[in-house]
């Protein structure tokens, strides 16, 4: 079983910055894809972005695409995103995900484990 636990959401102004991190355990996690998502009130959840298991490819929403990145550890089995000049429109629950597939998914759909989720809040 492979568990995923995210720190590091918060409440922050428009135009700031705010790291989030997953620290993953279990199974084989080392192998797999991570991937954040991010689900706002009254909204279906939404691929935010999403690292290969060696970290040499990265995927990205394009709404976050030259704002976000994404970046692993594999010697701590982590995954962090650190969101630079977010908007109000980045509000939402972030989870952290994990997928056993060999391609990376870019839906939820394909994700095998899920962490709790971490709230940020961007007021503008």
């Known amino acids: 079983q492979v568990h995923l636990v995210e720190s590091g959401g918060g409440l922050v102004q428009a135009g700031a910055s705010l790291r989030l991190s997953c620290v993953a355990s279990g199974g084989r996690v080392s192998s797999y894809a991570l991937g954040w998502f991010r689900q706002a009130p009254g909204k279906e959840r939404e691929f935010v972005a999403a690292v290969d298991w060696s970290g040499g490819s990265k995927y990205y929403a394009r709404s976050v695409r030259g704002r976000f990145t994404i970046s692993r550890d594999n010697a701590k089995i982590s995954v962090d995103l650190q969101m630079n000049s977010l908007k109000s429109e980045d509000t939402a629950v972030y989870y952290c995900?994990?997928?056993?597939?060999?391609?990376?998914?870019?839906?939820?759909?394909?994700?095998?484990?899920w962490g709790q989720g971490t709230q940020v809040t961007v007021s503008s």
């Open positions: 995900a994990a997928s056993s597939r060999v391609t990376v998914p870019g839906l939820d759909g394909g994700y095998d484990f």
